[in-house]
């Protein structure tokens, strides 16, 4: 697990070029929000047949977020490790919600094996936790674009 001391600050993630400054656009904002919201349900629907397809798909749905929130900053990702660049910088942005990236970290982690290794089966726990962290970070997304117009 990562602690929240290690994490970059985003003036260092500007200058390594991993990020960049980016004007936010409110309809983009709310096409991700959206399409989060649409790999929560197609997760939720996969569930009970297909638990590693689910946990994937809770994965994109959070890394959707953790997109979201550093557009809504004013930033965009130009990273080669886009995913790692977009959690890390979301949880810097989002100063109380760490708990919520390590997830998202394993997550990330979990959907690498299941695509191009041999992973176990989330269990039917994992998969309820991370819909609730999914939902936590949608709502994280809704209060970053509070003040985008």
């Not at 997550?107 to 690498?112: A, C, D, E, G, L």
């Amino acid at each position: 697990m990562t602690s929240r001391g290690s994490l970059p600050e985003i003036g260092e993630m500007v200058a390594d070029g991993r990020l960049r400054l980016q004007r936010p656009d409110r309809s983009v904002l709310l096409e991700s929000l959206a399409a989060a919201r649409n790999d929560l349900v197609a997760a939720n629907s996969n569930a009970a047949a297909f638990p590693a397809w689910a946990e994937t798909m809770l994965y994109e749905a959070g890394l959707r977020c953790a997109r979201t929130i550093v557009q809504a900053a004013g930033y965009r990702i130009a990273a080669e490790r886009g995913h790692v660049t977009a959690i890390d910088a979301a949880d810097t942005l989002t100063a109380s919600n760490h708990r919520l990236f390590v997830r998202l970290h394993r997550m990330r982690r979990q959907r690498h094996e299941f695509m191009y290794e041999s992973a176990p089966e989330p269990s039917l726990a994992d998969l309820d936790q991370g819909r609730k962290d999914v939902e936590a970070l949608i709502r994280l997304v809704e209060q970053s674009m509070a003040d985008v117009t």
